[in-house]
């Protein structure tokens, strides 16, 4: 069968795409690995319209709720490996199948950049995670470190606030950047303690993970602490479309249109190489992404 629409990843870029996709009535496809995508890590949000306050993970399921109204082909927990175009038609294998499609939007988000230091592999998923929304309970009462400055390390802080004993947060750069508001709950906690201008070069324990060392202006210190949550950034998944052209950090670049320089492949979310990396903006690039690919088959027709 030739789809006229495959989507890779159930996101929030994805979803909508599906939405969009379903109610055009198009023939359509979706592949992930799994549904919610970023936003089902995500802690406490406030600033998604529509919504005062609503967590990641129920964010997420509200939007999966609205994904599985609709009747299409979705295939779980598969990965893609390689995206290819042969005439007019888009081949997409996975590690489950082959798949061809008309139109494609890769809407397959990003996943957590690693910290490339000593005893990282040994002890992941033995105290050292990328997810505090998925794993934070497991560390009740103890003392954690966060690794990063951005605004995912303040948001892993603010859900370890309402768990952990004590917060380390080992900030590389001079000081913590992201939202104001949450700057201002981090900062002003009393369990909170920052290292900035400070690195991680070693995990340590034994079959689980019992400190870390860290490189500091002053020197060599070493912290006693339980968990480890890494919030480095993030690196897109991209990697099996190398025929799209990607700028230097691997984001797929796209136009307006959500176009990539093949034609009738699209992109949309935090895949892409458009600014400011956020839900509600991920969002609207599906629905965008979708109309564009309608439209695409459209004029084809």
Not at 30 to 49: F, H, L, M, P, R
Request: with cysteine.
């Amino acid at each position: 069968m030739i789809y006229d629409l495959i989507i890779i990843g159930a996101g929030p870029a994805g979803i909508t795409a599906s939405v969009y996709a379903a109610r055009k009535k198009m023939n359509f496809l979706v592949i992930s690995k799994d549904i919610g995508g970023q936003a089902a890590w995500s802690g406490d949000i406030e600033n998604y319209t529509g919504y005062q306050f609503v967590t990641g993970p129920e964010l997420a399921a509200k939007f999966e709720q609205h994904l599985r109204k609709y009747d299409f082909v979705l295939k779980e927990q598969e990965e893609v490996r390689e995206v290819k175009k042969e005439t007019d038609v888009i081949i997409v294998k996975s590690n489950k199948g082959t798949y061809q499609a008309k139109t494609l939007i890769i809407a397959s988000g990003k996943r957590s950049r690693e910290l490339n230091v000593k005893g990282e592999k040994e002890f992941k998923n033995k105290g050292l995670t990328y997810c505090a929304t998925c794993d934070g309970p497991l560390f009740s009462g103890k003392d954690v470190a966060i690794i990063g400055g951005g605004n995912s390390s303040l948001d892993a802080a603010l859900q370890l606030i309402k768990i952990a004993k004590r917060i380390y947060i080992i900030n590389i750069s001079s000081g913590l950047a992201g939202d104001a508001v949450m700057l201002d709950k981090v900062l002003g906690n009393e369990k909170v303690k920052v290292f900035n201008n400070s690195s991680v070069t070693e995990i340590l324990g034994d079959k689980f993970l019992s400190s870390i060392k860290i490189k500091t202006q002053e020197g060599q210190e070493e912290l006693l602490v339980s968990g480890v949550f890494v919030e480095i950034g993030l690196n897109p998944n991209s990697e099996f479309a190398p025929s799209l052209e990607r700028n230097e950090l691997g984001e797929i670049k796209v136009n307006f249109h959500n176009e990539t320089n093949i034609e009738g492949i699209f992109a949309a979310g935090d895949v892409t190489n458009v600014p400011e990396k956020q839900i509600i903006i991920a969002a609207g690039e599906g629905s965008k992404a979708a109309l564009s690919a309608f439209g695409f088959l459209a004029r084809k027709r």
